[in-house]
């Protein structure tokens, strides 16, 4: 049985599609034969809407396009004239330079959450993934199936009615109660005079679609828009073909059989058992040879077989004394004729005024979070462990110039319920459906160890570090704090400032983060949906 749900169309949207995507009915195709803004525009709209990248180019691009000049083209059948020039272009310059320089769209579809961690681990690509704040998850496939992902392995066993079954009543509870958190915000924050009907109904889905997101199982499907380059795209295959969980080894797979009708050349290794076979082999054999090492020297421990005490949400782990000082000397350095190490030593000399007057001159006048200071800030480095639930962990995760590594999602930690949920009278529901994931949790952990966290909810804690210089923390910080943002990732993102501030008394480079936000917000989204109205007010008013 194929676990993905089969897209049909019309002969004659599928004479138009067939020019710009490499397969028609899968779940993974590239983009071809489109300009660049039209593909990063799709993937913009991808994040916001329920609709499939096919689906959405034919319904919203297609009729603004010019696609007469397209006529006598075929992606599906791959690109051979491409093929023979990157061949020629290999034998003579390399496979690892020339891989850097070409770069592919690619639509990956139905992926699990789990999965679609595993897509966005790697630094050097672009992410663009649907948002369950955009998008509510009440509403069915064409299959008749709720979005969520049904490994075959469980369909096939005997847990598989009672996965289905399980999945299925998280679903109906979510559905179920969406109405009814829509209507209590509704109460609670009345629209304000100003204020579009449509703008207000925007900010009281997001903030309700948030409120109920942790009710959703980690095995509910996104759609993701990936940006690569061709040996960004081979370290991905490599680490997926080495993955112990099924789903991430076999949509591999099907990446690479796209991928080929694109950059084919770039990608001749992965699957070559020398060369990529070798390496995937070697990701594997490591990662199982340290996790029977770690078993073996904590098999004593007792903290491994007992709940959890409750964690703190940030940690600030490991930082350096001297990191502003470390700062202000590599500040200093392209302007001077010395060494950084007698730079520090100057810096360690100056007083409090000169060392506020060179920090300021350095961070400048920044009239928006985007404008950053230089990379001097990334002479120093802070490590936090958070705990956090795994929607917040999802969010957060995306920040790849960072360290992040994280341990398996499981139960153990506990779940967080929003204040919201509460207050709205829908704990009961909320904790019955929260429950109901453990036990199929348990029940399939025994025999199923990696796919049982399919069952988990995005409401259940993820622990995770994240290790990043001073330059990430703000952009992080910044952003994450803003009012616009979900409330589990701004209240992380506040305490880590203040970590940054107090634990390690860095206040300086704390105080140059000027827009952190420490407020507290009703609608997040509302003041996001009024400026994009009056970007769509002054668009129209434009002749």
């Given at each position: 049985?194929?676990?993905?749900?089969?897209?049909?169309?019309?002969?004659?949207?599928?004479?138009?599609?067939?020019?710009?995507?490499?397969?028609?009915?899968?779940?993974?195709?590239?983009?071809?034969?489109?300009?660049?803004?039209?593909?990063?525009?799709?993937?913009?709209?991808?994040?916001?809407?329920?609709?499939?990248?096919?689906?959405?180019?034919?319904?919203?691009?297609?009729?603004?396009?010019?696609?007469?000049?397209?006529?006598?083209?075929?992606?599906?059948?791959?690109?051979?004239?491409?093929?023979?020039?990157?061949?020629?272009?290999?034998?003579?310059?390399?496979?690892?330079?020339?891989?850097?320089?070409?770069?592919?769209?690619?639509?990956?579809?139905?992926?699990?959450?789990?999965?679609?961690?595993?897509?966005?681990?790697?630094?050097?690509?672009?992410?663009?993934?649907?948002?369950?704040?955009?998008?509510?998850?009440?509403?069915?496939?064409?299959?008749?199936?709720?979005?969520?992902?049904?490994?075959?392995?469980?369909?096939?066993?005997?847990?598989?009615?009672?996965?289905?079954?399980?999945?299925?009543?998280?679903?109906?509870?979510?559905?179920?109660?969406?109405?009814?958190?829509?209507?209590?915000?509704?109460?609670?924050?009345?629209?304000?005079?100003?204020?579009?009907?449509?703008?207000?109904?925007?900010?009281?889905?997001?903030?309700?679609?948030?409120?109920?997101?942790?009710?959703?199982?980690?095995?509910?499907?996104?759609?993701?828009?990936?940006?690569?380059?061709?040996?960004?795209?081979?370290?991905?295959?490599?680490?997926?073909?080495?993955?112990?969980?099924?789903?991430?080894?076999?949509?591999?797979d099907m990446m690479l059989t796209e991928l080929r009708k694109v950059i084919p050349s770039f990608l001749q290794r992965v699957d070559v058992a020398e060369r990529g076979g070798e390496w995937t082999a070697y990701l594997a054999?490591?990662?199982?040879?340290?996790?029977?090492?770690?078993?073996?020297?904590?098999?004593?421990?007792?903290?491994?077989?007992?709940?959890?005490?409750?964690?703190?949400?940030?940690?600030?782990?490991?930082?350096?004394?001297?990191?502003?000082?470390?700062?202000?000397?590599?500040?200093?350095?392209?302007?001077?004729?010395?060494?950084?190490?007698?730079?520090?030593?100057?810096?360690?000399?100056?007083?409090?005024?000169?060392?506020?007057?060179?920090?300021?001159?350095?961070?400048?006048?920044?009239?928006?979070?985007?404008?950053?200071?230089?990379?001097?800030?990334?002479?120093?480095?802070?490590?936090?462990?958070?705990?956090?639930?795994?929607?917040?962990?999802?969010?957060?995760?995306?920040?790849?110039?960072?360290?992040?590594?994280?341990?398996?999602?499981?139960?153990?930690?506990?779940?967080?319920?929003?204040?919201?949920?509460?207050?709205?009278?829908?704990?009961?529901?909320?904790?019955?459906?929260?429950?109901?994931?453990?036990?199929?949790?348990?029940?399939?952990?025994?025999?199923?160890?990696?796919?049982?966290?399919?069952?988990?909810?995005?409401?259940?804690?993820?622990?995770?570090?994240?290790?990043?210089?001073?330059?990430?923390?703000?952009?992080?910080?910044?952003?994450?704090?803003?009012?616009?943002?979900?409330?589990?990732?701004?209240?992380?993102?506040?305490?880590?400032?203040?970590?940054?501030?107090?634990?390690?008394?860095?206040?300086?480079?704390?105080?140059?983060?000027?827009?952190?936000?420490?407020?507290?917000?009703?609608?997040?989204?509302?003041?996001?949906?009024?400026?994009?109205?009056?970007?769509?007010?002054?668009?129209?008013?434009?002749?």
């Amino acid at each position: 049985m194929f676990p993905y749900v089969e897209e049909h169309f019309t002969p004659g949207e599928e004479a138009i599609l067939r020019r710009y995507v490499t397969n028609l009915h899968l779940p993974v195709f590239a983009l071809v034969n489109l300009p660049e803004v039209v593909k990063g525009a799709l993937f913009a709209r991808y994040s916001r809407s329920p609709k499939s990248l096919r689906r959405l180019f034919l319904d919203e691009f297609v009729g603004d396009l010019d696609i007469t000049g397209d006529l006598s083209v075929d992606a599906t059948i791959g690109l051979e004239r491409a093929e023979q020039l990157y061949e020629k272009v290999f034998v003579e310059y390399g496979d690892d330079s020339v891989a850097q320089l070409g770069g592919v769209h690619l639509a990956c579809e139905q992926s699990s959450n789990i999965l679609s961690k595993v897509l966005e681990w790697g630094r050097l690509m672009a992410y663009l993934e649907q948002s369950t704040r955009y998008i509510a998850y009440d509403n069915r496939l064409d299959s008749g199936h709720y979005r969520y992902f049904r490994p075959m392995e469980i369909l096939d066993s005997p847990y598989g009615a009672r996965y289905v079954g399980d999945m299925d009543r998280m679903f109906d509870t979510y559905g179920a109660l969406l109405p009814t958190m829509r209507d209590w915000v509704t109460a609670r924050f009345p629209q304000q005079a100003g204020d579009t009907d449509f703008v207000y109904r925007q900010a009281v889905k997001a903030k309700s679609l948030d409120a109920l997101r942790g009710l959703l199982p980690a095995a509910s499907l996104s759609n993701i828009g990936l940006y690569g380059t061709g040996q960004s795209y081979e370290q991905l295959l490599l680490r997926m073909r080495a993955h112990p969980l099924p789903e991430a080894r076999s949509y591999a797979d099907m990446m690479l059989t796209e991928l080929r009708k694109v950059i084919p050349s770039f990608l001749q290794r992965v699957d070559v058992a020398e060369r990529g076979g070798e390496w995937t082999a070697y990701l594997a054999s490591t990662r199982d040879a340290t996790a029977r090492v770690v078993a073996r020297l904590w098999q004593d421990e007792e903290a491994l077989s007992t709940p959890a005490p409750p964690e703190p949400e940030v940690t600030l782990l490991d930082f350096d004394p001297e990191g502003e000082d470390k700062v202000l000397a590599a500040a200093c350095f392209s302007h001077l004729g010395c060494s950084e190490q007698r730079a520090l030593q100057r810096v360690r000399r100056l007083s409090h005024d000169e060392r506020v007057d060179l920090l300021a001159a350095y961070v400048g006048d920044r009239r928006n979070r985007r404008h950053r200071p230089g990379r001097a800030f990334e002479r120093t480095d802070y490590r936090f462990e958070l705990v956090t639930d795994y929607g917040a962990f999802r969010d957060l995760q995306r920040h790849r110039m960072l360290t992040i590594e994280w341990q398996r999602l499981g139960i153990s930690l506990g779940y967080d319920m929003p204040d919201l949920v509460a207050d709205a009278g829908l704990g009961d529901r909320y904790t019955e459906a929260i429950e109901r994931a453990e036990d199929l949790y348990r029940t399939l952990a025994p025999r199923f160890g990696e796919q049982a966290t399919y069952a988990v909810a995005l409401a259940h804690r993820i622990r995770y570090v994240m290790q990043c210089n001073a330059r990430e923390a703000m952009h992080l910080i910044e952003l994450r704090s803003g009012a616009q943002g979900h409330p589990a990732y701004r209240r992380v993102a506040q305490k880590m400032h203040r970590a940054i501030a107090e634990r390690a008394g860095h206040r300086a480079l704390a105080d140059a983060m000027t827009f952190v936000d420490h407020g507290g917000a009703d609608l997040e989204r509302l003041e996001s949906e009024r400026r994009s109205e009056r970007r769509r007010a002054e668009k129209s008013a434009t002749p």
